[in-house]
């Protein structure tokens, strides 16, 4: 992508992984990927400045310099790049180590069994599903 | 003598008791206060981004959102008022419900009709005894509010600032529509001064851009995703919702702040009252002494009368 606004070519890709009572995460990243209503995006250095709705999945953030990947699962909300930051806007983020996989499976069976039964169900399925993503992920062990 | 003195001995007893409740809860406010402005400061970035991605949005797009059009006659106001759940906090709940009924009058004045939401134990307790209506109230959370109740409230706001498009579309809506939503909480400037505040919420002001570009300078070009108008359908309502979080903990801190005042004053008027009492006690003490010993003396005095007068 090209460079719309003339930052400094050293500038690392700083990241905010912000809910919506506290700072989750933030830091420099070599790459964040995420999931857009329409669709996955990667975000490198010196991105054009994008606003986009997140569905409700999983974010992975590369750690610039490390192999550490920081797995979250957010509930919807918003990315946004601009001068080589990220910003990551969600009511609800966990970061996959918080979460557990025992846990998230049952909260899934549960959402699933809801289903049909109101609008919210879906919803809680597509979170449920986040979550326990993120979870194993993170169990797996880095190099994802 | 004596039972006024075991009276007064009572009384102290019970002033202590009373002065150990309200020190407990001064220093239980106290505490809280703490984790109250934390909250406070840890909600601050989400705040902090979502107003800066509003901004980018406005600055960089034409805004043209139901939640920011201005009504051409607005006649009917909803206001959201913040009190606490408890009381024991001073003056707390009664300012913000005075700044309330002032807003109210000026709203009034402007030919407007008010649909009265709230929050807090307080207020309903008030709008309930003075049998006014009021719309809906969510309780419970006062002191420590969480961002799941802040969505609850703003999402009724919203609907009911929405209901007259809801029913363009054939929906029916929950509440009646409004033309404009205001909230009045206690904002938070220090451990000592906390003022009752009240601010216009909806229709929404946007405020472009942090830095406003230069004329011949090339705006950079944001890629919406999926489109300008549908993330500013997600993000405004989570800007309502963030900006009544804020609300609610900056009340809350204020809470626990005249809270804690309150209890000050209560524990040191206990002692003051304690001293008094202890006093009046003694003097009451020494009364009933001195009586014993005239007594004892003027009947020693009146047998040896009587003794002498058989001896003679």
């Known amino acids: 992508m090209a460079d719309h606004t003339g930052a400094a070519d050293t500038e690392a890709l700083h990241v905010e992984l912000v809910a919506a009572d506290r700072t989750v995460w933030s830091g420099d990243a070599a790459m964040v990927i995420a999931r857009t209503t329409e669709g996955d995006i990667g975000v490198l250095r010196d991105h054009a400045p994008a606003l986009s709705l997140l569905a409700e999945a999983v974010v992975e953030i590369q750690v610039e310099g490390t192999d550490d990947v920081v797995v979250a699962a957010v509930d919807g909300g918003f990315l946004s790049v601009a001068n080589n930051r990220v910003s990551i806007l969600s009511e609800h983020i966990e970061l996959g180590e918080d979460i557990h996989v025992d846990k998230a499976k049952a909260e899934l069976e549960e959402a699933r069994g809801l289903i049909g039964a109101n609008n919210e169900a879906e919803r809680r399925v597509r979170r449920a599903e986040a979550r326990l993503r993120a979870a194993e992920k993170v169990s797996s062990g880095p190099g994802h | 003598m004596a039972v006024s003195l075991r009276e007064y001995r009572a009384r102290i007893k019970s002033t202590e008791s009373m002065k150990k409740i309200t020190r407990a809860m001064e220093l239980i406010a106290a505490s809280r206060i703490i984790k109250a402005q934390q909250r406070a400061q840890q909600a601050a970035p989400y705040a902090r981004e979502l107003t800066r991605a509003v901004s980018a949005v406005a600055t960089f797009s034409n805004v043209d959102h139901p939640l920011t059009r201005e009504e051409e006659n607005p006649k009917r106001a909803a206001v959201l008022v ?58 419970g959370f006062s002191d420590q509010p969480t961002y799941d109740k802040a969505a609850e409230i703003g999402k009724a706001l919203i609907e009911a600032f929405l209901a007259d498009s809801a029913e363009q579309q054939g929906e029916e809506a929950r509440y009646e529509d409004v033309d404009e939503v205001h909230i009045v909480y206690t904002r938070f400037r220090s451990m000592l001064v906390q003022e009752p505040t009240a601010v216009r919420l909806l229709p929404l002001e946007v405020v472009e851009g942090e830095e406003p570009p230069e004329e011949d300078e090339l705006l950079p070009l944001y890629e919406f995703e999926p489109s300008a108008s549908q993330v500013l359908d997600g993000l405004l309502p989570q800007y309502v919702q963030s900006r009544i979080f804020y609300s609610l903990l900056q009340a809350a801190a204020s809470e626990l702040a005249a809270r804690q005042k309150a209890m000050k004053a209560a524990t040191d008027n206990a002692d003051e009252l304690i001293k008094k009492l202890t006093r009046i006690a003694n003097q009451a003490r020494q009364a009933g002494i001195t009586q014993e010993i005239s007594e004892i003396v003027g009947g020693v005095n009146a047998l040896a009368d009587a003794q002498a007068a058989a001896n003679d």
Request: hydrophobic share 35%; proline share 2%.
């Open chain 2, 82 to 139: 913040i009190t606490s759940d408890r009381g024991l906090a001073g003056a707390y709940s009664s300012s913000v419900l005075k700044e309330a009924e002032r807003l109210a009058g000026r709203l009034r004045d402007e030919g407007k009709e008010i649909d009265w939401f709230l929050a807090g134990r307080k207020s309903e307790a008030y709008f309930k005894f003075r049998e006014r209506p009021f719309v809906e109230s969510w309780t």
